[in-house]
C-alpha cells in the first residue's frame, strides 16, 4: 500500500484482517493511506469488515495500477522500473517529495510547493536539455544533473 504504484495478478487479494481478532481495522497507516487511494468510504468498508479486495475490484478502485498476468508480473515490473530510471531522476526525486510532503498542505501551500519544485528542477542541465530537445522534436537524454 505505501508504493507509488501496484501491480496485481488475476488472483491476487488484499485484507486488512485487523478486526477479525479484536484490534482496530487500521495498522501501518492503514486509515491515513488507504482512504487516499480508494477513498473514504471504500476503506472504511474494507477495515470495518476485514474482507478481501480482488485483484479486479482493486483495479476499479484504483488500488491497483495494473493487473498482469502471473507469468508477465516480473517482466511488466522490471520494465516499468526500468522506463522510470530512464527519465529525469531528480525531477522523480522531487516528485516523490511533493507527493509526500503535500498530503498535510492546503491548496495553496501545495501550488506555491509546486512552483518552487518547478522552478528548482528549471536549473538542471537534465531540464535545459529536455527543453532543446522537445523544441527540435527529439527524445530528450537524462543524466541525473
Known sequence: MASDMRLATPSAKVAFLFTRVGLAGCDM?????????IGQGRAAELLYTGRAMGAAEGHAWGFFNRIVEAEALEVEAMGMAARIAEGPNFAHMMTKTQLNLEWSMGLDQAIE????????????????RAYHAFVDKEKPVFEGD
Open 113 to 128: 510547493a509546486e512552483a518552487q519544485a518547478q522552478a528548482i528542477c528549471m536549473q538542471t542541465q537534465d531540464f535545459h
Open 29 to 37: 497507516g492503514a486509515c491515513a493511506i488507504l482512504p487516499r487511494i
